[in-house]
């Protein structure tokens, strides 16, 4: 598997060689397709899911390179006023983070408003939807099918609900941070 590998990283570059080795080269392939020949998701600088929609990437900001904002299937991530990533995301298929709603006065206007800000350490489960302005703290799990409508500063907790609540406390975090064991 190694000389897999080291052919990769020298065939591309660093950047489009740890997404190759991250994804695999089957799903790179796929990504590649979709994005570069059929132009879904073409604004996006990383790989992205063909049923998937990522609107205003530049408006994203990531502690890290990983995730990959969209690389599930079925997810749309809608960063109008902006999405603030800490290390060790991690997240489900059909996800919804939607950082700006429609004025109720002309639905064609997008309102105004503070980004989404997701912390450290956090796990969104699948189907799960984050709406406009929500903050969550270090090491929160939204449970799978959850709408997050309200800020969750607290850490180490598990939401939960429509609306999403606190349902339980959590130990804090002690898995790899961003790769790197704490």
């Excluded at 997404?19 to 990504?31: A, E, H, N, T």
């Excluded at 879904?40 to 992205?48: A, D, F, K, T």
């Excluded at 919804?96 to 956090?122: F, M, Q, R, W």
Aim: hydrophobic share 40%.
């Amino acid at each position: 598997m190694s000389w897999k590998i080291n052919l990769i990283k020298k065939i591309f570059s660093k950047k489009i060689s740890a997404r190759i080795i991250f994804l695999g080269p089957k799903r790179f392939v796929q990504y590649f397709i979709a994005q570069k020949i059929f132009r879904i998701n073409s604004n996006v600088p990383w790989p992205v899911h063909w049923s998937s929609t990522v609107t205003h990437p530049n408006n994203i900001k990531k502690k890290s390179q990983l995730p990959f904002l969209g690389h599930h299937f079925g997810c749309y991530i809608q960063a109008n006023n902006g999405i603030h990533i800490g290390y060790n995301l991690r997240y489900g298929p059909n996800v919804h983070i939607v950082s700006a709603s429609h004025d109720l006065n002309d639905y064609e206007k997008h309102t105004k408003g503070k980004p989404i800000i997701i912390g450290d350490n956090c796990w969104i489960g699948a189907g799960a939807i984050i709406l406009p302005e929500v903050e969550l703290g270090n090491h929160i799990i939204v449970a799978a099918g959850s709408v997050v409508t309200k800020s969750f500063k607290e850490n180490n907790v598990l939401i939960a609900g429509i609306p999403a609540k606190i349902v339980k406390e959590l130990e804090s975090y002690s898995g790899k941070f961003n790769g790197i064991e704490k």
